[in-house]
């Protein structure tokens, strides 16, 4: 439920220093910079009636905005050629990249300075390019020329006599068959046309060499006729000789040129490789470009006027005075903050403990609290860590998952959303192992298969397999646990804005109504306490559901409306069975892999297959049951849980900072900044932000 | 033994409860596998058309892949219940009579009936989750609960069905 407090922030300084404040902004990482394009506008006008030349500064303002686009496209799309480099230097530095690989450590200075070198590393790239595109030029070359060799060779044994036949009467053509079949289907074929032309064999037919050569004899005139007949058959010319060359003197020059091309190509990838070298500054030019991406939109999102600029835009209020100092002590500016009262705009940051604030992951893939809400992570997050273990109940595919989670944590240092679901998932298998020892379950039932049903794992609660209606009513308990925590959200929800009534009149009578009949069904004096509580919770509901109106009819009607509503609550309860179903799921497979395994009993080929199947079959086990309990464990949060209290609608703040992807900026400002501890907003002063907001526009 | 003996013995002998109920069990694991790999192969096809463009995504929609195919497990896992309910993974089976097999045969029909469409039917909600996640790869968690929400109806056949095997045998 922590909100952090965000302030607006405004900054005037001189135009001449601009490029430097935001170069400082984006360093400290603590100011989401916003466009105003009204007040823009209207201080171009201004302008420009000083000025007394309107028509003209509105047409640069505009062609002002189109060279910064033009810009923006021409940084990306060259940090775009360069991020396509690198797997290609990767390639040629033969460096092993591994599956999460570390990110090379460089100072603030080495990331701002790279820009100077912009233009040769980029001409260098484009070099490198050129070279690769050479490069499948040469091979294609090299293939076509061994082909042309191969085709060679086979005539080199010719008569020389016969390769250059000059005659005024008789025409030769040298050429070759698929097979000798063929080359007897065109003799008999030339025969049986009683043609004037002759096939001749050039090779006796043995089994090392088949009589495939052939020599075409005919007068000038019947060649063309004859030749186009013995094609049709499979008849492939000898490759024509260039002048007086014989088929040895071609296969040489063939041979020289591959040579020569080999040459090239070789120095052409060495060139090539010394280029690939510079694969990390181009990893960090590209970064570099992208920053300077965003730092250009930042500046174009600032309002310009002749010698001064003025920075709208927001920061965590924690964060403002430092901020203030930084900048005041360096650069000639006024800033200044004020409360975020346009709350339709203002962005947000929700900031949880630690061990929590993984689960922001998940809130923020629904979407952001909006100015009137709690925010859903801290409960979310230990609703989702519970139902999780519980689907995925078992201690060994618990240990496994969190000992992996963790090895990916602290021996690969994964980041970003990596990093938040490695703790995440880490917590969930730490709790996947107490509901696996709730439920007796350790790799399935490996124990129990393993000493042939000696020894059994213990379980605290029961089997869910051998007892599937007390897990049915666990999974049911479970979720109206679960529904109850979502509305008791909802009460503080609306109690905290000021809303009493509503907070009494809807949400607490369903916790009544689901606490009354849960109640109800334990038996003994419990169950009248439960039907007390179930009758008032109906009550509130049929009389004051609808607060709006005295008629007593419509009231009646609006209420029985909702206690209708205790269909959905219904069909939501019967939805939390798919832990039953996910919790069998995990536990069948796993018995069907020990099944499989030790199948062919304590023999050597016994010992191979289980020690095949055991690895293989629960790592597949795990993969599909963490993926199955991920799934249904967000859909568990998003629909039936979140649809109680919370609709989102906020907008996640996203500050001026170094974000780059390649690299690790080892001083920047900001990562001091994110160890400082924000300050809360209460619910309830939000939400006075947004009244007045509502009450001003 | 004459033919019309031969016939009965014949029908006593294979139309059983056993039979019926093994039929049953192994008509769910072949039915609710071919739907899951109708479905995955489908998205799998969408896939390769995404990866062409760019073969990062792999793990992203490789994700997606894999959820039509779990219905394909559900079936499995019908069977495999119904193989120990039945005892044959114990060595000792029980005896079912004629109307225990096609009470069994009963309980495993929305597991073959549901967990076949609803793996062709969540192929379709992934399929458009990969162009989603092709076009916006930050929305791979929406695409994947858009298409879990699919599942939700697998899940509820495979408790039916497990269920009613459970009250059966």
């Given at each position: ?391 995925y109940?078992d201690v060994g595919y618990g240990a496994l998952l ?30 996947s192992?107490?509901?696996g020892?709730?439920?007796?379950g350790?790799f ?142 995990t536990?069948?497979?796993a ?27 629960h790592?597949?086990n795990v993969?599909?049951s ?72 | ?169």
């Amino acid at each position: 439920m922590s909100v952090v407090t965000m302030e607006r922030f405004r900054l005037v300084g001189l135009l001449s220093e601009r490029r430097e404040i935001i170069d400082r902004l984006a360093a400290l990482g603590a100011v989401e910079v916003r466009a105003d394009a009204e007040l823009q506008a209207e201080l171009s006008r201004e302008l420009a009636e000083r000025i007394g030349n309107g028509a003209a500064n509105s047409v640069d303002a505009e062609e002002r905005a189109a060279s910064v686009r033009r810009e923006l496209d021409a940084l990306n799309r060259e940090a775009d050629q360069l991020e396509e480099l690198l797997p290609v230097c990767q390639r040629l530095n033969e460096t092993k990249k591994g599956l999460f690989p570390r990110r090379p450590k460089v100072n603030l200075a080495a990331f701002e300075s790279v820009l100077d070198r912009r233009d040769d590393l980029l001409s260098q790239a484009q070099h490198l390019r050129d070279l690769l595109r050479d490069q499948e030029q040469l091979e294609r070359e090299i293939v076509a020329l061994h082909l042309e060799q191969q085709q060679n060779a086979i005539w080199v044994d010719l008569n020389p006599e016969l390769q250059h036949y000059q005659s005024e009467r008789l025409r030769i053509v040298t050429g070759s068959f698929a097979n000798p079949k063929t080359f007897v289907a065109a003799r008999t074929m030339l025969d049986e046309h009683e043609s004037a032309a002759h096939l001749l064999p050039l090779d006796y037919d043995t089994a090392e060499r088949p009589a495939t050569r052939a020599a075409l004899v005919a007068t000038p005139e019947d060649m063309t006729v004859a030749l186009q007949a013995v094609r049709q058959i499979g008849f492939v010319r000898s490759p024509e000789l260039p002048g007086r060359f014989t088929y040895a003197d071609e296969l040489t020059a063939l041979r020289e040129r591959e040579n020569r091309l080999a040459t090239a190509l070789e120095e052409i990838k060495k060139e090539s490789k010394l280029i690939a070298l510079m694969e990390r500054a181009f990893a960090l030019l590209a970064d570099a470009l992208r920053h300077e991406a965003e730092r250009l939109a930042a500046e174009a999102d600032t309002l310009t006027g002749e010698r001064a600029f003025m920075l709208r835009g927001y920061v965590p209020a924690h964060l403002y005075e430092r901020i203030k100092d930084e900048l005041t002590a360096e650069f000639t500016v006024a800033v200044e903050n004020a409360p975020a009262d346009d709350a339709e705009d203002a962005p947000t940051w929700i900031y949880n403990r630690p061990l929590l604030q993984p689960y922001a992951e998940v809130t923020r893939m629904f979407s952001m609290p909006h100015a009137a809400e709690v925010d859903p992570t801290p409960a979310m997050g230990v609703c989702y860590a519970l139902i999780f273990g519980m689907m995925y109940s078992d201690v060994g595919y618990g240990a496994l998952l969190a000992l992996g989670c963790a090895l990916l944590l602290y021996r690969f240092k994964v980041r970003g959303t990596l990093r938040a679901m490695c703790q995440m998932f880490m917590q969930c298998g730490i709790v996947s192992m107490f509901f696996g020892l709730c439920f007796g379950g350790f790799f399935g039932n490996f124990i129990s298969v393993l000493s042939g049903e000696t020894v059994h794992f213990p379980t605290l609660l029961f089997d869910p397999l051998g007892e599937p209606i007390s897990m049915v009513i666990f999974s049911v308990a479970a979720g109206m646990l679960h529904i109850v925590v979502g509305l008791a959200l909802k009460v503080y929800n609306l109690w905290s804005i000021g809303d009493i009534a509503g907070a009494i009149c809807d949400p607490l009578a369903w916790i009544f109504i689901l606490a009354g009949g849960a109640l109800y069904l334990l038996g003994g004096w419990v169950s009248t306490a439960g039907l007390v509580l179930l009758a008032t919770g109906a009550l509130i509901l049929l009389l004051f559901s609808n607060r709006d109106t005295y008629n007593p009819i419509k009231r009646l009607m609006s209420g029985l409306g909702a206690l209708y509503g205790a269909i959905n609550y219904f069909s939501d309860l019967i939805s939390y069975t798919r832990i039953l179903a996910l919790t069998l799921s995990t536990s069948v497979i796993a018995m069907v892999v020990n099944i499989l395994g030790t199948m062919m009993g304590l023999t050597i080929p016994g010992v191979i297959v289980f020690l095949v199947v055991m690895p293989f079959g629960h790592l597949l086990n795990v993969a599909l049951s963490v993926l199955s309990a991920y799934v249904h464990t967000a859909r568990l949060q998003y629909v039936e849980f979140f649809g109680k209290f919370f609709t989102g609608g906020g907008r996640a703040w996203m500050p001026l900072a170094l974000r780059p992807r390649h690299v690790d900026i080892e001083d920047a400002p900001q990562n001091e900044l994110k160890e400082l501890k924000p300050v809360v907003e209460p619910l309830r002063t939000r939400y006075a932000r947004f009244t007045k907001y509502i009450e001003n526009n | 033994m004459n033919f019309g003996e031969f016939l009965t013995q014949l029908f006593s002998n294979l139309f059983n409860g056993n039979v019926i109920a093994l039929l049953a069990g192994t008509l769910t694991a072949t039915i609710t596998g071919i739907g899951s790999a109708k479905g995955v192969s489908n998205v799998g096809t969408a896939m390769a058309g995404v990866l062409t463009e760019d073969p990062s995504k792999y793990g992203k929609l490789l994700l997606l892949q894999a959820l039509p195919g779990t219905q394909g497990i559900y079936g499995l896992m019908t069977w495999f219940i119904l193989m120990v309910r039945m005892g044959y993974l114990g060595g000792n089976p029980v005896t079912l009579t004629m109307v225990q097999g096609f009470l069994v045969l009963a309980a495993c029909l929305p597991m073959i009936v549901v967990g076949y469409k609803s793996a062709l039917l969540q192929a379709r909600v992934a399929t458009s989750g990969v162009m989603l996640v092709g076009k916006r790869p930050e929305s791979q968690a929406q695409a994947v609960v858009m298409a879990a929400m699919v599942e939700t109806y697998a899940i509820f056949a495979l408790l039916t069905s497990m269920m009613t095997i459970f009250f059966i045998i």
